[in-house]
């Protein structure tokens, strides 16, 4: 997916492609194309890129966030919806209840908070995930992508 965020003076814009399905160069001329057809007079001023986090064992979410003297939130934890790669609610959230552990002096008490908050979703998110990569390799894409799709329809409906 494409996103765009006006600023006063400038847009971001970025591309979000799965890991292995198209090479930088393949992403960067589909991010040029939209933007040619969408906004013919765009200028790059800088760019930029990155990997997002996305674990796909499910076991990944088992693994602690926190320490002494430490903790992850956001995508530096993994906590990314891995269907989607939205990442901003989990960012958000993980920042409150972080916050709310250093407030409590008590930063251990941060893997519990996320874990009751949204841990298992995360973890049933990367067991689909893991399950979609299997049919794939067994199946092909086509397969994973129908899948993928079934699913997001569903939680469309399950939503309204």
Known sequence: ???????????????????????????RALLDTFLQQHYPKYQILHTYSALLPAPVSPGFFNIPACGDNWLLTGDAAGHVDLVTSEGIYYALESGRLAAEAILAGDLPSYDDRWQAAYG???????AFMQSLENLSTGFGPEMAGAMLYKYMVDSLRSDS
């Open 1 to 27: 997916y494409v996103w765009l965020i006006p600023h006063k003076t400038h847009v971001n814009a970025g591309i979000v492609v799965r890991k292995g399905e198209k090479t930088g160069t393949e992403i």
């Open 120 to 126: 298992e979703q995360l973890r049933q998110k990367a």
